[in-house]
């Protein structure tokens, strides 16, 4: 009996577990990761901010260097389906240098249709 019982929770639990939708949220509290060395050699960012048409999504986000000396800084940007599943092909790494004392910012595009979220991720 006992071991009827250990057999029925355990199917139970296995028939829970594949009940979940197949999501990764992306919170908006998470659509900026910066490395540790970028918040150190001077360099603030804002979150990105998602446009979204018929055709296309795009993103951008201001770059802030509080220090007088340009930082080359490389990026990314991620791009999330309504799921929440990461899209590919992922966009192509790419640097900037932001002047001292001064700002830039940066502009990404989905390659793909669907695109609904959109993280951009920071190092040096």
């Known amino acids: 009996m006992n071991k009827g019982c250990m057999c029925a929770l355990l199917a139970a639990i296995l028939l829970a577990g594949c009940s979940s939708r197949p999501e990764i949220p992306v919170s908006d509290e998470q659509t900026l990761v910066m490395e540790s060395t970028v918040l150190a050699a001077g360099i603030s960012a804002e979150k990105p901010e998602l446009t979204r048409t018929d055709i296309q999504a795009s993103a951008s ?20 389906d309504a799921r929440g599943l990461e899209m590919h092909p992922l966009e192509a790494p790419r640097s900037v240098t932001v002047p001292g004392n001064s700002s830039v910012t940066l502009y990404g595009s989905a390659s793909m249709l669907g695109a609904h979220k959109v ?6």
Do not use: A, D, G, K
């Open 61 to 80: 986000s201001s770059l802030y260097n509080e220090r007088r000396e340009p930082i080359t800084v490389n990026y990314r940007f991620y791009w999330y």
């Open 119 to 124: 993280r951009l991720y920071l190092y040096l």
